[in-house]
């Protein structure tokens, strides 16, 4: 059974920073891209970065681009993503995913998901 767990949300003021962490159990990390989205209120649940499965290519969002890094260590079964400069339209709740074998932008690529972390910038 595939099962992945957010941690690190948290409420914070504009201009902070979090790191986010997503363990992933039942499933070989380094096999899968792995990707976090996010979703606000009334919203759409968007892309927000990924990572490829070595980790040596990265993709963002043009709205975190330069704030947000996406990083993953295999040896623990892990992804981050740690977040600077955070601003109030950052607030939403974050999950991470697991599923294609490159990095992609649709939610459907993705067949594993975690339970979301909430993350408020408060202004």
């Known amino acids: 059974q595939v099962q992945l767990v957010e941690s690190g949300g948290g409420l914070v003021q504009a201009g902070g920073s979090l790191r986010l962490s997503c363990v992933v159990s039942?499933?070989?990390?380094?096999?899968?891209?792995m990707g976090w989205f996010r979703q606000a209120p009334g919203k759409e649940r968007e892309f927000v970065a990924g990572?490829?499965?070595?980790?040596?290519?990265?993709y963002y969002a043009d709205s975190v681009k330069g704030r947000f890094t996406i990083s993953r260590d295999n040896a623990k079964n892990t992804v981050y993503l740690q977040m600077n400069s955070l601003k109030p339209e950052d607030t939403a709740i974050y999950y991470c995913?697991?599923?294609?074998?490159?990095?992609?932008?649709?939610?459907?690529?993705?067949?594993?998901w975690g339970q979301g972390t909430q993350v408020t910038v408060s202004s």
């Open positions: 039942g499933r070989t990390v380094s096999a899968y891209a």
């Open positions: 990572i490829s499965r070595s980790g040596v290519s990265t």
């Open positions: 995913a697991t599923g294609p074998n490159i990095p992609k932008l649709a939610t459907y690529e993705y067949d594993y």
